[in-house]
């Protein structure tokens, strides 16, 4: 099975405050289980924010920790 190729939009230029795991994994250059073992451990430089059973990272602090204004 191929992978899907997502296009990230630079976080300087994003409007949502939270992105999904796919999207926030590609702005940080981790792979996806990474950012669900940051979740789960609670120990990562991330929290996301758990929406019905979903995670969301929020922008903001995509932002910080990538030190993008």
Do not use: F, Y
């Not at 939270?18 to 669900?36: K, M, S, V, Y």
């Amino acid at each position: 099975m191929a992978a899907k190729t997502i296009q990230l939009k630079p976080l300087s230029l994003e409007t949502r405050t939270a992105l999904p795991t796919p999207e926030a994994a590609g702005h940080l250059n981790r792979a996806q289980q990474t950012l669900r073992i940051w979740a789960c451990r609670e120990d990562g430089p991330i929290r996301p924010i758990r929406i019905n059973g979903r995670l969301a990272w929020p922008v903001s602090e995509l932002r910080r920790v990538l030190g993008v204004a």
